[in-house]
């Protein structure tokens, strides 16, 4: 029989592609997920949809009662301008919502556990590229978050008092894009912004000078990595960075779409706006340790990646005319 995974956040943008790559693999997948961010549609058909939330125990009673052989942990509010805004939901969800899975994970012995981490742990304070080693400095409250749920994972799997293994894994995930990613959440995913910017004619805006940097990692790399550590015992126990280690400043990126649209920011109305809170100034990740321990490396190209992402998102424009 197939392995039966859960994952949380199955409907969002990086969830759904993870359940493609699981059920493409041959396993067995249940998907929990609140669709607050993410969208039923985009629930592979083979999975076993529930909608239900993690800070809701009893949604996952339920799931894990029917036998897993691993958790892939990806609900969560993912927005760092919104974790300002409602830092008490932002907790709940991300950090407390986490527990609540960790709980369902030792009372019904799940030994297998990978948490959707994030690059906005490490801050401003460390050199880009930046690896695993770098002290976290999080300047955000979703930043806080994520690192403090990252540490009950790691401290639930080490436990001592445990009478089965837990082998947990954590990504520190950095920009991924591409195909299902939101094009009219402001939120979230610079790229799908400026994209839906462009297709319906809107100003672009840049907070800040534009010369910050961003690692954007396309989503079908990071969905094999996540597949390819589920059954990686190397990746046990460890925090592990996905990104492609090149650096991308917001302008080159603007200047990215607007070429693939024929335009430029001297055709094109381009707005520069005060930094927000939280914003880091460089990211980049160091991935030596994914290629170490279980041989992961990002394969799309990021001219490759913004031309596939700008294709599938004409195509949700036109569907919605």
């Given at each position: ?10 409907a ?8 493609d790559e699981l059920i493409?693999?041959g ?9 607050s ?6 629930v592979n ?9 993690v800070?809701n125990?009893?949604d ?18 993912a ?5 300002f805004?409602?830092p008490?939901h ?5 950090t ?9 994970c ?13 690059m906005?742990?490490y801050?401003?304070s460390n ?6 080693s770098?002290?976290?400095d999080?300047?955000?409250y ?17 436990r001592?008092?445990?009478d089965?293994?837990l082998?947990a894994?954590?990504?520190?995930m950095f ?5 299902r990613q939101?094009l ?5 995913g610079?790229?799908?912004i400026?994209i839906?910017?462009?297709l319906?004619?809107?100003?672009i805006?840049?907070?800040s000078?534009g ?6 990692v ?5 969905a094999?990595?996540?597949a390819d550590a589920l059954?990686?015992p190397?990746?046990f126990?460890q925090?592990?960075?996905?990104g492609?280690?090149a650096?991308?400043?917001v302008?080159?990126l603007?200047?990215?779409?607007l ?10 109305p381009v707005?520069?706006a005060?930094a ?5 100034r460089?990211s980049a990740?160091n991935?030596?340790?994914?290629n170490?321990?279980f041989?992961?490396?990002p394969?799309v190209?990021?001219?490759?990646g913004i031309?596939?992402t700008?294709a ?10």
């Open positions: 029989m197939s392995k039966r995974i859960l994952v949380t956040g199955g969002g943008f990086i969830g759904s592609h993870i359940t493409k693999r396993y067995s997948v249940a998907v929990l997920d609140n669709l961010g993410g969208r039923r549609a985009y058909p083979a999975a076993a949809f529930t909608q239900g939330d800070s125990p009893a996952l009673a339920p799931l894990f009662e029917q036998g897993l052989d691993a958790v892939l942990h990806l609900a969560g509010q927005s760092i301008r919104l974790s805004a409602d008490a932002d907790l709940s969800v991300n407390l919502g986490t527990l609540n899975v960790l709980q369902a030792l009372a019904h012995r799940v030994p297998r556990l990978i948490f959707a981490s994030s906005t742990i801050g401003n050199p880009a590229p930046t690896p695993e770098a002290p976290p999080p300047v955000s979703y930043a806080i978050t994520k690192y403090a749920a990252e540490r009950y994972v790691y401290l639930t799997a080490a001592r008092d445990l089965f293994t082998n894994t954590s990504f520190r920009n991924v894009y591409g195909e939101s009219t959440n402001a939120y979230q610079v790229l799908a400026f839906g910017n462009v319906r004619g809107e100003p805006t840049i907070h000078d010369e910050q940097s961003r690692d954007f396309h989503v079908s790399d990071v094999r990595a996540w059954d990686a190397p990746t126990g925090v592990i960075n996905l492609t280690g650096p991308t400043s302008n080159m603007c200047d990215a779409v070429s693939a649209f024929g335009k430029t920011r001297s055709t094109y707005r520069y005060a927000q809170p939280g914003d880091m460089a990740a991935i030596q340790r994914a170490d321990l041989g992961w490396q394969r190209a990021f001219a490759e031309q596939n700008i599938w998102a004409r195509k949700q424009l036109d569907t919605h005319k």
